[in-house]
C-alpha cells in the first residue's frame, strides 16, 4: 500500500459513495451536497493521475460552477413554490428494474479492465505532462478545432438558456385546458 | 515537514489575529466616514471592543429554528469559514528564508487553486440560508449563489490577462515576474501588474468585492430587504463563524491582490536584493502585510463610502459591464504582448 | 492496486451509478445530477487512459477531459434552463409530467 494507493482508495469511495448517495436522496439539495462531494473525489482522482490542471479545473467547474447553478435552481423553485420539498410520492429511490440496468451497465463497461495492465508506466520527471502548459500547449496546437466547436457549443448554450429561461411566463391557462 | 508545519502555524495565527483588527479598523473607520467617535469604552479608545464583542457571542444562547434541516444549519458556518482559510495557503506572504520559500504550498497551479477554494465558500452561504427554513434567508442563499457565480466569470477573465502577461500559473512565480520596470511611453514605472495591467486590476477588484459580498455588492445579507440575508437565523459562535469567515475572506482576496498586482512582497521593485537571509526575509513579510493591508482598508472606505446596488443593476453590471470589458482586455492583452512573447515557451 | 484497471472500475461504477439515477428517479433536477454523473465516470476513463499512454496521446486524454468539462457546463445550463421554463408551465419537476406535447 503507498500513499498513492491509499489516496485513490479515499478518492474512490468518495466518488462511488458521494454519486450513490446522490441518486437515492429525496431531497435534491442533499443529492447536490452528495455530488458535489463525488466531484471531489474525481479531482483528487485527477491529481494522482498526473493532470494537475484537470484536477483544478474539476473542482472549480463542478464544484465552483455546475453545482452552485443546481443549487440555485433548486432554491429558486423552493422560493416559487413556498414548500423545501419538491419529492412527488411516486419518486421512489429504489427501484429494481433499473439497479438490475446500471448492473448490466457496470458490468459491461468494466469489461475491458480484466485486459488492461496492472501497473502504471513511471512518469519521466519535468516533461510536464498534465501541468497547466502542456495541456495548454495540447489544446492550443493539436486540438484547436474542437476548442473552438466547443467555444461555439457554450455560446449557443448561453443564447438557448437566455432565450428559454427568461422568456416571459405565459398566460395563466384556462380551466381545464392542458 | 517542520517548516511547513511553523508556515501554516503562522498564517493561521496571522489571518485569525488579523480579523479582530479588522473588526476594529472598520469601526473606528466607519465611525470615523460618519463623523461620529465608534467604540470608545472598552480599553484605551476602544480598542478591547473586539474582545468584548467575542465574549458577548461566545456566551450567548444559540438558538435553532423550528423546521431548520439541522444537519447542514450546523456544518453552513464551517463550510463558509474553512475554505478561505485554506486558500490562504497558495499565496506567498514573503520571498524566502534561506531556501525556504515563504508561502505555505508553493503549488504549481497556485492561482487556479486560490480561485477555486475561496470559492467553494458559497456553499456554507447557500447552506445556511437552504436550512434555516426563512424566507429571507433563503432569498440571500439564492442572491449569493446567483451572484458568486456570475462574478467569478469576471474575476477569472481579468485573471487570464495577467497569467498572459506573467506567463506562469505559479504565485511565487507571478511574484518574481514583477521585479524591474517597464516604461510608458517614456516614464520607467515598476514592473508591477496594476500598472501593466490596469483594466484588469479594476475589473477583479470590483468582482473581489462582489464575491466576499461586501458592501456595495452585499446584496446576500442586504439589511434593509432581507433582516441579515443568510445568516439571518443564526446566533451565538455559529454567526460568529460566518461573521469570521466573511473576514478572512476579504484578507484571501487582498492577498491574492496584492500577490497579483501590486508586487506581492517587492518593497522595491527596481533594485531586489535578494540573499535570502533572515532580515531580508522578515522584512519582506511586513511588506506583504502592510500592502495587504492597504487593501483592506480600501475594502472598508468603499463600505461606507457607496451605496448599495439594486439586484438587477447587480447582475448588469456583472455580466454587462464587467465581463465584456475584461474580454476586451483579454484581447488587447494579447494584441500587445502576443507579438512580443512569440512563440510559446 | 492503484492502476488503469482500478480507475476503470471506479469509472464504470460512476457511468452504472449514473444510468441508475437517470432510469429510477423522477426529480428532473436529480436525473440532470446523474447524467453529471455519467459524464465524469467518462471523463474519468479518458484521463486513466492518459496516464496510462502518456505523451501526446496521453494529453489528447486530458483535452477530452477538459472540453467534456465544457460541455457538461453547457448542459447543465440549457438543462436547468428547460426545468424553469417546464416548471413554469406545469408547477413540478417531476418527468412523468413531461409526457404530453399539448402545451
Not at chain 2, 212 to 238: I, K, Q
Request: one cysteine or more; hydrophobic letters at 55%; glycine letters at 10%.
Amino acid at each position: 500500500m503507498t500513499a498513492a494507493d491509499l489516496s485513490f482508495l479515499a478518492a474512490a469511495a468518495a466518488m462511488v459513495g458521494g454519486a450513490a448517495l446522490a441518486v437515492t436522496r429525496r431531497s435534491a439539495v442533499y443529492a447536490a451536497l452528495s455530488v458535489v462531494v463525488s466531484f471531489m473525489g474525481v479531482g483528487v482522482a485527477y491529481f494522482l493521475l498526473a493532470a494537475e490542471f484537470l484536477g483544478i479545473a474539476q473542482v472549480f467547474i463542478y464544484a465552483g460552477a455546475i453545482i452552485v447553478l443546481f443549487l440555485f435552481v433548486i432554491m429558486l423553485l423552493d422560493l416559487r413554490r413556498g414548500v423545501p420539498d419538491l419529492v412527488r410520492g411516486n419518486d421512489r429511490p429504489f427501484h429494481l428494474p433499473a439497479l438490475l440496468l446500471a448492473l448490466a451497465v457496470f458490468l459491461l463497461a468494466a469489461l475491458p479492465a480484466t485486459v488492461c495492465p496492472g501497473e502504471w508506466p513511471p512518469l519521466a520527471p519535468d516533461d510536464g505532462f498534465g501541468s497547466t502548459g502542456g495541456l495548454g500547449r495540447a489544446v492550443y496546437s493539436g486540438h484547436t478545432l474542437a476548442f473552438e466547436v466547443v467555444g461555439l457549443v457554450l455560446l449557443a448554450a448561453v443564447v438557448g438558456s437566455v432565450a428559454v429561461a427568461g422568456a416571459r411566463p405565459p398566460r395563466e391557462a384556462p380551466p381545464g385546458g392542458a | 515537514m517542520g517548516a511547513t508545519l511553523a508556515k501554516s502555524l503562522f498564517v493561521l495565527l496571522a489571518l485569525l489575529h488579523l480579523v479582530p483588527v479588522l473588526v476594529y479598523l472598520e469601526r473606528k473607520l466607519s465611525a470615523w466616514i460618519q463623523d461620529r467617535r465608534g467604540p470608545n469604552r472598552v480599553g484605551p479608545w476602544g480598542v478591547l471592543q473586539p474582545v468584548a464583542d467575542a465574549v458577548k457571542l461566545l456566551f450567548k444562547e444559540e438558538v435553532i429554528p423550528a423546521g431548520a434541516d439541522r444537519g447542514l444549519y450546523r456544518w453552513a458556518p464551517a463550510l463558509a469559514f474553512v475554505p478561505p482559510m485554506l486558500a490562504f495557503a497558495a499565496i506567498p506572504f514573503g520571498n524566502r528564508i534561506g531556501t525556504e520559500s515563504l508561502v505555505v504550498s508553493d503549488i504549481p497551479v497556485g492561482v487556479l487553486f486560490v480561485l477555486t477554494i475561496g470559492s467553494l465558500s458559497v456553499y456554507g452561504i447557500a447552506f445556511g440560508g437552504w436550512a434555516s427554513n426563512n424566507k429571507w434567508a433563503l432569498l440571500g442563499g439564492v442572491r449569493s449563489s446567483a451572484q458568486m457565480v456570475s462574478y467569478e466569470v469576471a474575476l477569472g477573465l481579468a485573471l487570464v490577462s495577467v497569467l498572459m502577461v506573467s506567463g506562469n500559473v505559479g504565485m511565487q512565480e507571478i511574484v518574481r515576474r514583477q521585479t524591474g520596470s517597464f516604461s510608458l511611453a517614456g516614464v520607467p514605472l515598476p514592473a508591477w501588474n496594476v500598472f501593466q495591467q490596469p483594466v484588469a486590476f479594476v475589473v477583479f477588484m470590483a468582482a473581489a468585492f462582489a464575491e466576499n459580498n461586501r458592501l456595495p455588492f452585499d446584496l446576500p445579507e442586504c439589511e434593509t430587504e432581507l433582516v441579515a440575508g443568510y445568516h439571518t437565523e443564526y446566533s451565538s459562535m455559529r454567526f460568529a463563524l460566518f461573521f469570521m469567515g466573511e473576514y478572512v475572506a476579504m484578507i484571501t482576496m487582498s492577498g491574492l491582490a496584492v500577490t497579483l498586482f501590486l508586487g506581492g512582497w517587492h518593497l522595491d521593485p527596481f533594485t531586489d536584493p535578494d540573499s535570502g537571509t533572515w532580515a531580508q526575509g522578515a522584512i519582506s513579510v511586513l511588506v506583504f502585510g502592510a500592502k495587504t493591508l492597504a487593501v483592506l482598508l480600501v475594502y472598508i472606505w468603499v463600505r461606507w463610502t457607496l451605496p448599495r446596488f439594486r439586484y438587477d443593476q447587480l447582475m448588469g453590471l456583472g455580466w454587462k459591464g464587467l465581463v465584456p470589458l475584461a474580454l476586451a482586455n483579454v484581447a488587447a492583452t494579447a494584441l500587445i504582448w502576443g507579438p512580443e512573447a512569440g512563440t510559446m515557451p | 492496486m492503484f492502476s488503469l484497471r482500478a480507475c476503470l472500475v471506479v469509472s464504470a461504477a460512476l457511468l452504472a451509478t449514473g444510468v441508475y439515477g437517470v432510469v429510477a428517479r423522477r426529480n428532473i433536477i436529480i436525473v440532470l445530477l446523474s447524467v453529471e454523473v455519467m459524464l465524469n465516470g467518462a471523463a474519468l476513463a479518458f484521463a486513466a487512459f492518459g496516464r496510462q499512454w502518456l505523451g501526446a496521446a496521453g494529453h489528447a486524454g486530458q483535452v477530452v477531459v477538459l472540453l467534456t468539462m465544457a460541455v457538461a457546463a453547457a448542459e447543465a445550463g440549457v438543462g436547468l434552463a428547460l426545468l424553469l421554463a417546464f416548471e413554469r408551465h406545469r408547477r413540478c419537476v417531476d418527468s412523468d409530467d413531461a409526457r404530453t406535447l399539448r402545451g
